[in-house]
């Protein structure tokens, strides 16, 4: 089992910054894959995330103003959001894929709670 900690939403106004957290707690052999998501209606867009510890990958609206970066001796991986628009608001999920080996050897998603970011106009 797989626990991710969010934290870091809020409110700004647009042109502001603000920088996401996320933490993964629990027997975790390997993450293949953490990163961010934003809810939309009934889905899930990819923000950004970091495969394999090294490589972004990031939604064409967010080149350029968001950075995505991990500290993979915590499991941990930040977002740092500038020069943020209105249209980024939204509630934004951490995920990752992960391989576990307690109890048994499992590779699965897992998704935060989820924290609300607000970019007023």
């Known amino acids: 089992q797989v626990l991710l900690v969010e934290s870091g939403g809020g409110l700004v106004p647009a042109g502001g910054s603000l920088k996401l957290s996320c933490a993964a707690r629990?027997?975790?052999?390997?993450?293949?894959?953490m990163g961010w998501y934003r809810q939309a209606g009934n889905q899930r867009n990819l923000v950004a995330t970091i495969?394999?510890?090294?490589?972004?990958n990031y939604a064409d609206s967010v080149k350029g103003r968001f950075t995505i970066s991990g500290d993979n001796a915590e499991n941990t991986v930040y977002l740092q959001m500038n020069s943020l628009k209105p249209e980024d608001s939204g509630v934004y999920f951490c995920?990752?894929?992960?391989?576990?080996?307690?109890?048994?050897?499992?590779?699965?998603?897992?998704w935060g709670q989820g924290t609300q970011v607000t970019v007023s106009s």
């Open positions: 995920y990752a894929n992960a391989l576990t080996r307690v109890p048994e050897v499992r590779t699965a998603d897992y």
């Open positions: 629990g027997i975790i052999d390997t993450i293949y894959e």
């Open positions: 495969i394999s510890g090294h490589y972004a």
